[in-house]
């Protein structure tokens, strides 16, 4: 029996942004799913098929997007050799080339233009420079989507360390009681992007979603924490220090400086969170639900 679905390919499916929207375009079961992959022979997700292709090789795209109605593409920054420009302006020509007619591109802020050179965070720059190239590409629908700052740092790349003072939590070049985090839960893009497909009339024409729970502090954080049974702390040190603490802290305190003067999302964030809420298949999590749920306390 045929299945005449409209097909959405999923680049990065194997990733944490990409496997959420694989996993709320199978549950919606409107479409049929492509997860899009180097390693198929790996891939463990619920798509409904699987194709290899990869971003530095644009010569493979063209089997990734061939008959799809929509693409999902999101690229990895922190990978040795990313180029993000490339990748994206290769997958931007090659679902044009293929007939795409909604792509959803996976943004960041655009650092570079907002203070104006003042702070080099190439992976959100990165990304942003790619939304031109999107944008005149001339697709039926095309969407933008920036992810907040993920809460499943907290469990993966940032987790609590040993503070100096015999503490346990974390250590960072900005005040503890800045409220200029936009946080929120990965997998919550799922919900966001599989809304914007199924909304292209309201969110096709280049709209900016963003599946963030709110605006929130480290401190703030640290406190919902601790509430649940935690003992962490927080504790602020110069961006001078901080930047000699491991690869790539250079531009995390970058990061963080932006941060500090606009915020993660920056100007519009009210409109691009208020939005994302409107359209999404699933939920957009708080940070308490989502420690009760991820942070248990042992």
Known sequence: MSDDRPLIAVIGASGAQGGAVVRALVDRGTYR??????????????????????????ETLAAAFEGAYGAFVVTA?????????AYGGAAVAAAKAAGVQHFVWSTLPDVDALSEGRYKVDHFSDK??????????????????????????????????????????????????????HGGSVRDVGGV?????????RVGDGA??????????????????DAQGHDYAFQE??????????????????????????????????????????????????????????MPVT
Request: net charge negative.
């Open 33 to 58: 799913v492509r997860a899009i992959t180097r390693n198929p022979d790996r891939y463990a997700g619920d798509a409904d098929e699987v194709v290899e292709a990869d971003l530095s090789r644009p």
């Open 77 to 85: 920054f922190w990978e040795p050799g990313s180029d993000e420009g």
């Open 128 to 181: 942003a420079h790619v939304d031109p190239l999107v944008r005149d590409a001339g697709f039926a629908h095309h969407t933008f989507v920036q992810p907040p700052f993920y809460f499943e740092n907290l469990n993966t790349v940032m987790t609590a360390q040993p503070l100096p003072d015999g503490r346990t939590g974390w250590v960072m070049p900005i005040p503890g009681d800045a409220r200029v985090v």
């Open 193 to 201: 992007v599989a809304g914007a497909f199924e909304h292209p009339d």
């Open 208 to 225: 900016y979603l963003s599946p963030t729970a709110g605006l929130t502090s480290f401190d703030e954080m640290v406190a919902t924490l």
């Open 237 to 294: 040190v110069p961006a001078e220090v901080f930047s000699t603490f491991f690869p790539g802290a250079e531009e995390m305190a970058q990061m963080l400086a932006y941060w500090q003067e606009f915020t993660y999302l920056g100007p519009d964030a009210e409109e691009k969170m208020a939005l994302a809420r409107e359209i999404t298949t699933g939920r957009i999590t708080d940070f308490a639900t989502w420690a009760s749920e991820n």
